[in-house]
């Protein structure tokens, strides 16, 4: 078994890879950080479980470990929910001191030697991380992207050999993205918000790079427009996106793109037996229905008619944040860099 | 005062139909009608009063009748709330027997006599009354656009000068849309449902005649192409709009646009104050907070910004349907039609 | 293997028995009926699948029959989720065929030869199924209780010995529980509905067979009154109720009593591992949070405090319905009825 | 005109004060406290308008104020919404330096020398502003209850002389009881949460006082038990209540003393038409339906029957807080107290 733990293992991303961990085939979670306040105590008496999915009793007893290098030395992989701005420098020096950092934060997505990765879709970005070495790190950071980015960029990937020259997409995003605590029940029941801060930004950065090539030594990034217009809506999780693409082919092909695209590889375990499940029925995906399928890790696609128009949905907390994270993590295995 | 009588009154726009007449300082609402199970009834027996604001107990005793060219045959002006299937011979009927018809039905919006009105965007369309005149009718019908149309409509009438080229949308559409029983509460609880039948094709063809040239016997539509997206989210009120306009002009002129619009005239019932509010909050217009705006007739615009894109909202069963319906049988009045 | 069926199978509690039954370790689910309309075609053509969980594929092409004595004879059991007028005669033809008919359904519920079951409650009360025997029939029909008296019934078990005096019970209950289509988005967003037909009723009747004594031939009843008021929520899943116990013990002794009440027996496939889970903390159950424990058979408890006062909550259309029916089948099973 | 202020004009009952006082016929609001963060600057600039009436251009511009006595030393009146712990000293003070002071916290409510005042219900118990006056106050405390308290308490008095025993009530509460970021939308979306810090107390203890007898230098409150369950539910606004009321009259003639209540004055500006609209229908009053009746002012009763059972429903920021402060002020000004 490969020792990992979580940092950050008390928020609404933190508790996600914590279900996804705690009863892994591969890994071993042997450590949850949190704040200093929680330090020292059983996970189960610090965490506000708030999933619907029944609490794994057999880490409630763990004690929490303060969020330092120190706490994780021991490990083989770190799992990290930690905020933007305390992940900055603390994933960096986890990183050098010998571990490999699977990160759900920002901080290092577009670090030019840090790979921006979603297992099915450019797994040969990995070999960013022999550039982290060959510039004297000891482990790596290997970060997912931003939770919209990941439903956008797993759809467009069939369409990718197809010429893509121009994306619209405008998102339908669920409050789970904001974290536990973070929209009020009086800010959005009934109600739509038209604005999610840096959201629009990072979905015209970030596909960029996770669809470049990879040369050898860095990634090329594509050159197509990406335009976002991102939107909270009242749903608990499930991020939904309604997307224009421009591209050199007709709506008939890119259906057969959609259908026959099949991941590069399979038998991971958190991987689903589908990456893209293309609906046929007019109504779906929908959110609270399809959210779930695969296990939360599918990407569900459909109304794929002129324009090219189609709508692509799939679970932000999971497919769009630990989900993705813990299947990066058993992809650097499979490959052999753990 | 004017009489005037409301089509179906019993459902979600019949209801705002009645709630905006039963006080209307120029129209004296005479008349409501429904189903033959209704008749003969008073109609505060047999409606289901689903709105927010009370009863208006005035009307309460007012015995419906039945949707017949009879029971309205003395008024000057029936609103028509009436499904598209019954709307359609009916109205004709009553058109040709003399009434002014102001539907919010779908059936005639495209015929090529028929104005299809938003009172301050294209209030010249009225000219095709003449043409229905000069054709033998006496009455005539004019109608108003489908609710969504009318917001991404207004919202385009600024930059319509400014050579747009092309434009797509995608829609966050309030459950009234669907009607009182349109939609199961398990249908859309926590869910977002990516279609709406036949909507997106209403928001592709409406708009060219809206925003067409009145030539003095015809409407020469505007051709550039709209492409929409539809969704239904689990709001009561209020459609929300993420728009991209290509026009030839930049962004800060199309805010100027924006800015500097204003209605061709002013004074009606039922005009708002501004026809467009435009937000310079990165985070609005919200639909909760913002739909009631103008007592429902004002559309919000906001986060205007490189693309174009921009979030463009109305409330869609007053200024998107009964609402939008009195304000036009008040430009008919003012013109002189009645 | 026993063979079974599911009557009215494409409803909102026929599809729960769908899934709890496609993969049952002691019943095959050979048939699937629906009226007439669906009847002769595919299951997966006929059923609108509204449940979180994905389809179950085993079953979906098994051809839907009609709901008639014919199309079932061959069964060993048959799950109803038939509504009450055609549950009623239909449901004794089968039992007089000599079927074990679990239903759902309310018309024999208050059949004094009936069981109104919930199998770890009131397990003796099998013993009626030997006066229907005994009075020709060579089935059975065996049902289980209204989803709201379920809860409240099990969490009265534990207090039945202290002497209960009175009870009452204001509920809080969720849209599933009137069936896909019963409750309008509209109606119940930001609404609560203070009404629920017959419910009341159910609740006050209800329990005084479940929790009565069964004597050898018939039930006696116990004799505290119950008084319900029932109030609908916007929620999706999961009924919680607030009640009040009058009764011979204190604060301290009832809590004890939840604490020491356990099962009669243990290990039926879809019992679950605690029949009551007795919260401490003071704001649980919660019904998003905890409606799924036990696979959504557990009835969780919280807040006993002086009053005696209590929150109860559990899945309305699992342990409330489907899955109740399904352990009370195998209870039949394991006490040699099959 | 009388000058009167609001202490934390920007929190959820503060712009409700505002809102109601923004256009009052007897009442200039001249003064906008708020933390020292927001003092100095415009009102427009400061507060994040939420509700859903459109914001009073006529007070944008008011510089706010720091929470001082300084501060409001000119005005009449000061309206309170200040929490609780900056409420008990800071309340005194003003009161003692000669203010009004009309406060919707709780911190002074059950200072026997404090009248905790419903307008309409106990106007009597401002006999209490002479104790304050006699003990040497120059102003005065004048407190409205707790919202659900206030719906329970109006809804009490008609049964008050029919010999109440025994009072239970389950509450149903909206979210904005809880300002606008008391509850993540996370924890309420889909959900159901059993319990409200302090609020049961609160509605134990409140209505003995309320509906007590001022016998000239103090209350004799009334001596029946109050047992409350509360939980909060994914509405906006609104509580409602399901009350059981053991009185020594039948329920026939609580009908007739709901139906016969009258309140004891009328005229007022804030105050409705009705304080209590009693329905008939068996499924209202609905919260969202019904919270507006009477400027959000009326308490709305129904399903009263066998138990004696009834529900209860008011808006509680308008009827349950800022609307009830503001009618004591005017009984206040009606009775020679300004």
Chains 1, 2, 3, 4 share one sequence.
Not at 142 to 155: G, K, R
Not at 279 to 291: A, E, V, W
Request: include cysteine; proline fraction near 7%; charge should be negative.
């Amino acid at each position: 078994m490969i020792n990992v733990g979580v940092l950050g293992a008390t928020g609404a991303v933190g508790q996600r890879f914590v279900e996804l961990l705690a009863d892994h085939p591969w890994f071993h979670l042997q450590t949850l950080t949190a704040s200093e306040r929680s330090a020292g105590k059983p996970y189960e008496k610090v965490v506000n479980w708030r999933l619907e999915t029944p609490f794994p009793d057999e880490i409630g007893d763990c004690i929490v470990s303060p969020t330092t290098v120190e706490a994780v030395a021991d490990l083989d992989i770190v799992f990290s929910a930690l905020p933007a701005d305390i992940a900055r420098s603390l994933e960096a020096e986890m990183a050098d001191a010998g571990l490999i950092v699977c990160s759900n934060a920002s901080s290092h997505r577009m670090d030019p030697t840090v790979p921006l990765l979603i297992a099915e879709i450019n797994p040969d970005h990995t070999g960013l991380i022999d550039v982290q070495h060959d510039r004297g790190r000891d482990g790596c950071i290997v970060t997912n992207p931003n939770c919209s980015t990941i439903m956008l960029s797993c759809s467009l990937a069939p369409l990718l050999p197809h010429g893509i020259r121009d994306v619209k997409v405008a998102t339908l995003q669920a409050i789970s993205g904001a974290g536990f605590d973070g929209i009020p029940g009086m800010a959005i029941c009934d109600n739509v918000i038209p604005y999610i801060g840096s959201e629009e930004e990072k979905m015209s950065e970030e596909p960029r790079k996770i669809l470049g090539t990879f040369n050898g030594s860095e990634i090329e990034p594509i050159t197509f427009p990406i335009s976002a217009s991102c939107n909270r809506v009242p749903v608990i999780d499930g991020h939904m996106l309604s997307v224009w693409v421009e591209a050199e082919c007709g709506v008939e092909e890119a259906k057969k793109a959609f259908e026959n695209w099949a991941a590069p590889f399979s038998g991971l375990p958190t991987q689903p037996d589908k990456t893209l499940h293309i609906f046929s029925q007019p109504d779906r995906p929908q959110t609270r229905l399809d959210r779930n399928l695969g296990d939360g890790m599918t990407v569900s696609i459909g109304r794929i008619r002129e324009g090219i128009r189609y709508t692509a949905m799939g679970h932000n907390t999971i497919r769009g944040a630990a989900g993705s994270s813990v299947l990066n993590a058993e992809l650097l295995k499979k490959k052999g860099y753990i």
